[in-house]
């Protein structure tokens, strides 16, 4: 199938700083593809490039396989990491005026209910919670009904509640049939939605695919996890690796129940056990030899 | 069918910003108040007569030969201004903004028969002896201070809401990506810039026809003109700063920078467009740079719509001026025009 965006060769220098540095990927139309990494990785800079935001150093960026033109700015969707609105206007006056832009648009009420805005809809649109503002503009950015949605750190910023009614509405865009474009630095957030995954940092891609995919590819075990207080045992003695950390042991398991089973042997208390799958964030730390939330620290 | 989405586009950024500025009643409130209360000082202040004994021009350049034919009278007592152009101190005479005009050489004068200050300029000049000086009449109505100042005052205000109300909003949208925002629609940097100028005009007329109506009101000025004419060149006049705001904000994102620069183009206008005092005496050099201001422009045609009844041929060159300089600005603002921040 003919992938409905492409990106070749994809670079940007602001002066000697690379930022985003040969990057290339195509998007099958009607998945949702993630771009993970911590912040500085060149996310926000590569959506943007896609997005005919920023100017790309080199590279092609291919629109249904031509460069994107005014066709693609009538069909594409954009929610920015930091936008604000017009003082003044209501909620409903913005979503007039956006709607107003494009040569197609839906009607107001039915992404008003699609987007849960009818609580708030005369408020000034300057003056709403950050969860309601973040689904004001997932709304703009569907007003003109696209085929395909970039999303920008979407959920960065809201609590847990609000980032889960978030995730459920673009479960929802994606059951439509729209192509949506995610970047996060949230690894929950990634498994959570992202059919395919493009794992960056520091302006390059360290690896590509579906999350399960990615995961299987790297890790053949799971993790049993014991307070540290009831490990008594060495790596030499169980057999298996380990990693130790502030509160816990971790032990990389290729059989959970050979492992549990050599514990027992040697009376280790099992009260605290916990099977914990590897993760994006453990898989993030194995590529670059830094976890995400220490990328976003730098 | 593409244009008909352009002038959709162009009309909902229009109401948008109109909507902010109506809703912004602090923005607006000033927008009437600050120039009626203006408009109201000067004519408060500048009521009374004027503390001056008596204001003589004369043709030419020769202050000497002027001030001999008046020797009898104490120095200072009168102030003497020299005239080039015989036109314009005959208007300034016909406007009793000149008591007397002299001409040495051809030993002739110019006075206002209605104006008592010009009778006793008339008689001072017998009681110094030059009885057989051939005279001639100018008729016309007393100019007060306030109906010579009324078209500075407006202008200075439409100046200020053009430059400051465009210049501040294009780059406070810069800063918080709003015009970002409006990149990522199908919109152009040609629709939005005529959005917001059109959007300003329409309130700085709106809110001029009501300061003026207002004001006319209140203290009867002088209008001789037409006030259509003068409405077209509030029109120009405002287009032109406007898209001077323009040029000024269509790259920075600072709002210092921003202030600093409008404040570069706001005061030398102030001063040198004739919004408070005339520059008749002023030196050559500073005349022709005040030609360059579109302030300039925009005074000079309204006060001689309002004070002498010109039509728009009289006043043409200045309208030529004003719309050439528009259409210069609002290119230049086009091509440099920047959505977003680096």
């Not at chain 2, 109505?141 to 100046?159: E, K, T």
């Amino acid at each position: 199938m003919t992938p409905i965006l492409e990106v070749q060769q994809l670079r940007k220098h602001y002066g000697p700083h690379i930022a985003v540095d040969g990057i290339s990927f195509a998007i099958p139309a009607g998945s949702c593809f993630g771009l993970l990494g911590p912040n500085g990785a060149g996310k926000t800079t590569t959506i943007e490039m896609i997005e005919g935001m920023t100017r790309p150093t080199a590279g092609t960026i291919l629109y249904k396989g031509q460069p994107p033109g005014q066709r693609f700015r009538e069909e594409c969707g954009i929610q920015f990491q930091h936008t604000a609105l017009m003082d003044y206007l209501s909620v409903r006056e913005v979503l007039q005026l956006f709607a107003r832009m494009y040569q197609h648009s839906v009607a107001i009420e039915p992404l008003v209910q699609q987007c849960q805005l009818d609580s708030f809809l005369d408020q000034r649109a300057t003056r709403i919670s950050g969860g309601q503002r973040q689904r004001l503009l997932l709304a703009l950015a569907l007003i003109n009904d696209p085929a395909i949605v970039f999303l920008d750190e979407p959920t960065t910023g809201l609590d847990p509640q609000s980032r889960r009614q978030f995730w459920a509405l673009i479960r929802r865009i994606r059951e439509a049939g729209k192509t949506v474009i995610l970047t996060t630095h949230y690894m929950d957030e990634a498994e959570q939605l992202c059919d395919e995954l493009v794992i960056m940092d520091r302006g390059h891609i360290i690896d590509q695919g579906s999350p399960k995919a990615l995961l299987k590819k790297h890790f053949q075990h799971v993790r049993v996890c014991l307070d540290r207080k009831d490990f008594t045992l060495t790596a030499e003695q169980l057999g298996e690796a380990i990693i130790e950390t502030a509160n816990d042991i971790e032990i990389l398991s290729q059989s959970i129940d050979r492992t549990i089973d050599t514990l027992r042997q040697h009376q280790v208390p099992l009260t605290s056990l916990r099977v914990r799958n590897p993760t994006l964030d453990d898989l993030f730390l194995k590529l670059t030899g830094h976890s995400l939330q220490e990328g976003e620290a730098s | 069918m593409k244009r008909l989405q352009a002038l959709q586009r162009f009309f909902a950024m229009l109401h948008a910003r109109n909507l902010e500025f109506v809703r912004d009643r602090a923005a607006l409130v000033w927008a009437l108040m600050f120039p009626a209360l203006m408009i109201l000082g000067c004519a408060i202040i500048f009521s009374g007569n004027s503390q001056r004994l008596l204001t003589i021009g004369y043709l030419g350049t020769d202050a000497a030969a002027a001030q001999a034919v008046m020797p009898s009278l104490p120095e200072g007592s009168i102030e003497w201004l020299a005239y080039e152009d015989l036109s314009l101190a005959s208007t300034r005479v016909r406007y009793h903004q000149l008591d007397l005009l002299l001409d040495p050489g051809q030993q002739r004068y110019w006075v206002n028969p209605e104006s008592a200050r010009g009778k006793i300029a008339e008689q001072l000049l017998h009681a110094n002896g030059h009885t057989g000086w051939q005279s001639q009449w100018i008729q016309g109505r007393a100019v007060r201070y306030v109906d010579w100042a009324l078209p500075g005052i407006l202008g200075m205000n439409m100046m200020f809401a053009s430059l400051f109300g465009v210049g501040y909003v294009v780059v406070r949208y810069r800063m918080n990506g709003v015009l970002k925002r409006l990149r990522a629609t199908p919109t152009n940097a040609f629709e939005f810039l005529s959005s917001q100028i059109v959007s300003r005009l329409i309130l700085i007329m709106l809110a001029s026809t009501l300061i003026f109506i207002g004001c006319d009101w209140l203290l009867d000025f002088l209008m001789l003109g037409s006030y259509l004419n003068l409405f077209l060149v509030g029109v120009l006049g405002s287009m032109a700063m406007i898209s001077l705001g323009l040029v000024i904000s269509s790259r920075t994102d600072s709002e210092e920078f921003a202030g600093g620069m409008l404040n570069l183009c706001t005061w030398p206008m102030m001063f040198l467009s004739e919004v408070w005092f005339s520059l008749d005496n002023a030196p050559a050099y500073v005349r022709a740079l005040a030609e360059l201001l579109p302030l300039t422009h925009l005074v000079a045609a309204a006060r001689s719509i309002m004070l002498e009844g010109a039509g728009l041929v009289a006043i043409q060159h200045h309208l030529l001026i004003l719309a050439i300089t528009t259409v210069v600005l609002t290119a230049l603002a086009s091509m440099l025009f920047r959505w977003q921040r680096d």
